[in-house]
């Protein structure tokens, strides 16, 4: 055989071999996406000034992800779709779902939770709601969002009309709903509420009691049941933690007012 000839495929075969295993190493070396579902959730979770998605929670967990060897695609959704992909497993997480034993069929929850705030009930300042116990709201036109985990007493109490809704926007809808005297109160994330008042001007004309509607007010990035997402969940469960102990989680905190 003509060396030239030999030399030829020795060089090419060389080049195949050197190139798939340089391709190898840039496919290992490329982040997994993980795909997180959410519906907006202001300060959590809500559109920039140049309409991109940030939020107290969606930077904390895109953050620890990423330490993780991650990248996230965002899918802003109405809640009950969120909740309808997850249950599918159309997804990879949801983020800032309230912990309800049922949704353990199909989320796996970390140990540790993005953040904490409970749902109260916000009312007009001039037409005030006592808000003690459940009977205190029999006969009352009250917003909430639904598919929501709201405490079960409160969710089965038949005294109580409970107006749900749901998709973008609608807890604005809701507010505005109730000056308008078409609600007595509307039910919402304490923080998500003070926000969303700021936003409409109403901050100095709504009220809100502090008596909780839910019966855990911790915020998770859960994870479906996805092969080896148990997992991931107690592993982003550990990272989160140490990411807490940081000086960039103090700053996240303090872009966010929180």
Do not use: C
Not at 95 to 111: G, I, K, N, T
Not at 169 to 194: C, P, S, Y
């Amino acid at each position: 055989m003509d060396w030239r000839r030999r030399w030829r495929q020795v060089w090419q075969g060389g080049w195949v071999l050197a190139s798939l295993f340089l391709g190898g190493s840039a496919l290992a070396d490329e982040q997994p996406t993980l795909t997180i579902l959410t519906e907006l959730w202001p300060p959590y979770v809500m559109r920039g000034d140049n309409d991109e998605l940030v939020g107290a929670d969606l930077d904390l967990a895109r953050a620890v992800l990423l330490q993780m060897g991650y990248r996230t695609e965002i899918k802003v959704l109405p809640w009950k779709r969120v909740l309808q992909q997850a249950r599918l497993k159309q997804g990879d997480a949801v983020l800032d779902v309230f912990f309800e034993s049922s949704r353990q069929q199909w989320l796996h929850y970390p140990e540790e939770p993005l953040s904490y705030s409970g749902e109260v009930l916000f009312y007009p300042a001039d037409r005030p709601v006592k808000f003690e116990q459940l009977s205190d709201l029999k006969g009352l036109r009250v917003g909430i969002q639904a598919d929501y985990a709201y405490s079960p007493d409160f969710l089965a109490d038949p005294g109580v009309t409970r107006v749900p809704m749901t998709g973008e926007g609608n807890a604005i809808k809701q507010l505005h709903l109730m000056m308008a005297g078409r609600l007595d109160g509307v039910v919402l994330n304490e923080r998500v509420g003070h926000y969303l008042l700021h936003t409409q001007g109403l901050q100095d004309q709504v009220s809100h009691g502090t008596r909780l509607l839910t019966d855990d007010n911790r915020n998770f990035l859960a994870f479906t049941h996805k092969p080896g997402h148990d997992q991931l969940a107690i592993r982003f469960s550990s990272a989160l933690k140490a990411f807490k102990q940081t000086p960039a989680y103090q700053q996240l905190l303090a872009r966010y007012h929180l």
